[in-house]
């Protein structure tokens, strides 16, 4: 079985958003799967996706503060049309990634007990975010 959704993530500020829940809802279909694979995809070139621990909120500060020190806004960018974030927005959507991949069994996501998947919005203002999510696998029952 294949099956494709596109998924509009509403706005975020900048930072580090945990989208499991809205990616669950958007592809009910991952319950049916006895094994399979899941790949999310964003089409945006400032906002990335990443895997992390889901329970304690310093997480997703610290993440942020982090990036912002390896890549600061401080540097002399030549791409500067869109504002002061966006060239900074673009080296950590390359650094951090537009796709992951995890595995489904038994009709859920094997994340482990502490991951989640987020939305690193590298923007001040991103806007939505689409998400291409692709489900391929073996239905239960097969």
Known sequence: MWMQHE???????????????DVLEA?????????????LFIQHTSASLSINENADPDV????EMALN??????????????????????????LVGS???????DGRLLLGTWQGLYLCEH????????LVATL???????
């Open 99 to 105: 796709s992951l991949s995890v595995p489904i069994r």
């Open 123 to 130: 923007r001040n203002r991103g806007g939505h975010r689409r």
């Open 69 to 94: 020190c390896v890549v600061p806004e401080t540097l002399p960018y030549v791409h500067t049309l869109e504002g002061p974030d966006d060239s900074p927005a673009h080296l950590k959507a390359s």
């Open 136 to 142: 391929q696998g073996e239905p239960q029952g097969s």
């Open 27 to 39: 592809i009910p279909e991952l319950r049916q799967l006895r094994v399979g694979l899941l790949h």
């Open 7 to 21: 998924i509009t993530l509403s706005p975020r500020p900048r930072g580090f958003h945990l989208i499991t829940r």
């Open 60 to 63: 997703p500060v610290d993440l």
